[in-house]
């Protein structure tokens, strides 16, 4: 799959996770995120969805598929532990913190 095609499926799958839907008046998550979880990596997975939007942000492919596999393998990820929500902000940070930095301004 395309890098950038891949990139913007992952943030797409991001926003679905952080966006409530409503059905007959009952609200609930499209991604079954725990609520504790969310509210400990909103912001996280906010910054990190715009990370890759960034086409400018250089990321392994590597580090690509660990996004995935955290995003998507509920049996495994600690996005999806109600348990430990600092342990899954922790790996969505330190996913994140891989992605090279935009150049600056003058450059």
């Known amino acids: 799959m395309n890098t950038v095609v ?26 079954p995120v725990p609520s504790n979880v969310l509210a400990a990596c909103r912001d996280a997975m906010r910054d990190l969805a715009d990370a890759l939007r960034d086409e400018r942000r250089t990321v392994e492919p590597s580090t690509l ?7 998507t393998h509920a049996s495994s990820s600690p996005l999806y532990d ?7 902000l922790h790996t969505i940070v330190g996913i994140e913190s891989r992605f090279g930095r935009t150049p600056g301004r003058g450059a």
């Not at 598929?65 to 995003?71: A, G, I």
């Not at 109600?82 to 899954?88: E, G, K, L, N």
């Open 6 to 31: 891949h990139r913007y499926r992952l943030a797409s799958f991001i926003d679905l996770t952080l966006t409530p839907r409503t059905w007959h008046g009952l609200r609930f998550a499209a991604i």
């Open 65 to 71: 598929r660990e996004l995935e596999h955290v995003l």
């Open 82 to 88: 109600r348990t430990h929500p600092i342990r899954a």
